[in-house]
């Protein structure tokens, strides 16, 4: 279905609390999924619970902040701030960063502006507190977005993963 909307005042950006664990975890499970991350449906319930632990956890005692853009009551995107302590550095004495993760709209509601609204409302939010260093992993798609917000890449560290 696509939505046609006046403008973007129908949209209430609003920070999410623990009554929003379920739709936070069903877009983080939407992102996973679109960038491959997930492929084995068969854990599907098992993820999600997984993600709503997480939540339920780390929404109260503010190391996970998440803002949402709702529609006529329903999330329709969302975006996640982990709050990190790191020895201090030259540029970063305080030590705290954020790292930015789930930034997702729903796919009939892309282009119109609402991935910018929820980023711009967490980058609001870190301003206000001793957060000096943002950092996140663009998907192709979203850099675009990112660059436009003022991120920058960083040519000097490469982002590596190693399981184990």
Avoid: C
């Amino acid at each position: 279905m696509i939505y046609n909307i006046e403008h973007l005042n129908d949209i209430i950006i609003k920070r999410a609390t623990t009554a929003d664990i379920d739709s936070l975890a069903e877009l983080r499970f939407r992102l996973l999924v679109e960038v491959g991350d997930i492929t084995d449906m068969r854990i599907e319930d098992e993820i999600k619970q997984k993600f709503r632990d997480y939540f339920l956890k780390n929404i109260p005692d503010n190391t996970f902040i998440a803002y949402v853009a709702e529609y006529k009551k329903q999330i329709i995107a969302s975006s996640g701030l982990i709050i990190q302590q790191y020895p201090p550095t030259a540029k970063n004495i305080t030590q705290a960063e954020g790292y930015i993760m789930n930034i997702y709209t729903l796919p009939e509601w892309r282009k119109k502006g609402i991935a910018s609204l929820v980023l711009k409302q967490l980058i609001r939010y870190t301003e206000s507190t001793n957060i000096k260093k943002l950092w996140l992993r663009a998907s192709d798609d979203g850099k675009k977005l990112y660059k436009k917000m003022g991120f920058l890449e960083d040519s000097h560290f490469a982002y590596m993963i190693k399981w184990i």
